[in-house]
């Protein structure tokens, strides 16, 4: 099983950063990708970034404004957020999954921590 433990949210102006972590233990692995969900009251949980083997990506409304990244141990992801944005605010999760190489899909696991809040308001 995987422990997911997300941390870093708060209330944030626009324009404001927030550094979002990830703290997972357990069976996971360098090889497996990790990614960052959100979720905003009567949405559904949308993949915002994902990373494997190095490479990220990133759905398009947060280019350019999110780093997603691992440290060198490889059971801690984080979310680096600048120019946030009020669409922004929502739960976000981590999780541990794959991506798939040909396709480029992200395929979250079975486990998931109990999120960390980001509210964008003035």
């Known amino acids: 099983q995987v422990h997911l433990v997300e941390s870093g949210g708060g209330l944030v102006q626009p324009g404001g950063s927030l550094r979002l972590s990830c703290a997972a233990s357990?069976?996971?692995?360098?090889?497996?990708?990790m990614g960052w969900y959100r979720q905003a009251p009567g949405k559904q949980r949308e993949l915002v970034a994902s990373?494997?083997?190095?490479?990220?990506n990133y759905v398009d409304s947060v280019k350019g404004r999110f780093t997603i990244s691992r440290d060198n141990a490889k059971n801690t992801a984080y979310l680096q957020m600048n120019s946030l944005k009020p669409e922004d605010t929502a739960v976000y999760y981590c999780?541990?999954?794959?991506?798939?190489?040909?396709?480029?899909?992200?395929?979250?696991?079975?486990?998931w921590g109990q999120g960390t809040q980001v509210t964008v308001s003035s």
């Open positions: 357990g069976s996971i692995f360098s090889t497996d990708a």
């Open positions: 999780n541990v999954g794959r991506r798939d190489y040909w396709t480029g899909s992200y395929y979250p696991g079975d486990y």
């Open positions: 990373i494997s083997r190095g490479t990220p």
